[in-house]
DNA sequence: AAGATAAGTGAGCGTTCGCTCTTTTATGGA
DNA sequence: TCCATAAAAGAGCGAACGCTCACTTATCTT
């Protein structure tokens, strides 16, 4: 039988991002995709079951690229501190190495898929991140908090960040740029607000 | 002549909330929008030039909605932890009495419509909300910090706390429920975090 | 009461959409 | 070498899309 050609699964994955960031899920279209990728809307039917189905893979896809990404020398085990350094640095990485599946999961994060695709993905990764939670809370390295409270302070402020960066000026006459010297700023405080 | 229904306007303006809150924007369409808002499709187009228009009107008049909202009572001239107070408590306010109104509005900002709605809010907003950060670093009631590092610290959790409360309870079993309690909580963490 | 005017309608236009059918092409195993 | 098989293509289906036109309806002015 003929052998199926792995780089055209790539390049529909890749340009199913460019064209979700750049024109958004409504101007999103199968026919549209294949004219872009240069194959046949037909063969897109081969990966994926219909466009629900072609969005919730991609989707899966790009955040388990995130979540490994952001998981990488990472131990639930280590202390707070070591911790969220490690973390804080693997999400600046991954947006700084990635920046087109970034903006696109940040998109994905407030469209209507959420729930179902980032479902199974939470469950082992709320595991690990609660670990260090709870490990973080037994040795007082950490104020006592619900686990959505500690969250908001410990990674909202790094994401807000990098939407500054990534959207174009409209707060002001410059621009924001991310830097890594902006970025352990940020960390300091919320360390600072996080710690007894 | 036959006078405009302001209820006519204001039903659209709702159903399409509703509709792109519920089903995204792909998923919103003129016809089935006509159709929930038991007018014709015309009429729709005597208030909006097309589809787009029509996003970026809706989207424009939600948002000066919850401008508006967050500012009442707001000064910039306040010290740096009552205003903090003020906005924190307007903003969760708004997002309790218009949920629908607040999840669109986080959707918005991420869908590719948010830099032309938003830059015009913004100037106004960012002048406002400059003064105060300007005067509060004055009177050293807050860290010196780039604007942009300030706001995330300062506002991301609390989006971040009603975007949980919001989604479904994808992250355990017990769902976070947003509450006064929880805010105040985070609140006094991200001031820790921004007092010298 | 009647004319002027803008609000509002319903049918339907051309186009694009998601998707499938039939056919062709490439490759592994016999 | 050639057959079996799955990959891939291209044309095009019905449905839904954004949008418009010819028309009716309601309300103001006189």
Redesign the pocket.
């Known amino acids: 039988?003929?052998?199926?050609?792995e780089n055209?699964v790539d390049l529909i994955y890749q340009k199913a991002i460019e064209m979700i960031v750049k024109e958004g899920l409504d101007?999103?279209?199968?026919?549209?995709l294949?004219k872009a990728a240069?194959?046949?809307?037909?063969?897109i039917?081969?990966y994926y079951k219909?466009?629900?189905d072609l969005i919730m893979q991609v989707t899966l896809r790009a955040t388990n690229h995130m979540m490994e990404e952001s998981m990488r020398d990472f131990d639930p085990e280590m202390s707070f501190e070591e911790g969220m350094k490690v973390q804080w640095r693997n999400r600046a990485k991954y947006f700084l190495e990635y920046p087109l599946e970034t903006e696109f999961i940040e998109k994905m994060r407030y469209s209507r898929h959420y729930d179902k695709v980032f479902e199974q993905l939470h469950k082992i990764f709320k595991e690990t991140m609660g670990r260090f939670h709870h490990n973080a809370l037994n040795r007082k390295e950490l104020l006592k908090l619900p686990f959505e409270v500690f969250w908001s302070v410990a990674f909202a402020p790094l994401y807000q960040l990098i939407k500054f960066h990534t959207q174009e000026g409209s707060w002001g006459h410059k621009k924001y740029t991310f830097s890594d010297e902006s970025m352990q700023q940020t960390l300091s405080l919320v360390l600072k607000a996080l710690k007894p």
Chains 1, 2 share one sequence.
Do not use: L
Request: no cysteine; net charge positive; charged share 35%.
């Open positions: 039988m003929r052998t199926r050609d055209k101007g999103f279209g199968v026919n549209k294949a240069g194959v046949s809307p037909a063969t039917y081969i219909d466009r629900e």
